[in-house]
């Protein structure tokens, strides 16, 4: 349930929650996700907006990168480590040479890699008191999302079965066997 993970969130520190809601069944991709943050960042007016490097449903890596383009903002992506400053917000992300830092000016949207923080977990108190902080909910068509997505999966099916390994006593058996299969 979308609630129950908006007041975990508020049970671990966040001071409010707004769910954009859609009806049951509805299929909303990356771009439709962008455009109900984007009407909710002109409504709240955040200079910091944080995502999840990408989604658990379809794995798109996504929607920050369409939300930074629809507000016209600095971006930075996959963060491991997030330092705010005056104005501005520095940003350490793994690229495939090491680290890379950026300094973005505010405001700006970050996605975050796993490596950003140690999750935090809710006490019963801080439970207790997140039934009572408040949650907003919107139907997600007064945030600009249309009923029907623009991306559509016309097919989904998994890679066809590998066959078994097979073991050759040395590299010459190896090769004639590559030879055999025309792989080589």
Known sequence: HPQETLRTALAVGADRAVLAEVAEGAIVGPREVATALAALVGRLQPQLVLLGKQAIDDDCNQTGQLLAAMLDWPQGTFA???QLEDGAVRVEREVDGGLETLRLRLPAVLTADLRL??????????????????LEVLPAADLGV??????RVL???EP?????????ENVGALVEKLRHSGRI
Request: aromatic letters at 2%.
């Open 80 to 82: 491991s480590r997030v």
């Open 117 to 134: 923080n140690e999750p935090r977990y809710a006490t019963l108190p801080n439970i207790m008191k997140a039934k009572k902080k408040p």
């Open 155 to 157: 097919q989904l099916r």
């Open 160 to 168: 066809p079965a590998r066959a078994g390994g097979e073991k050759v």
């Open 146 to 151: 249309p009923g029907v997505p623009r991306l």
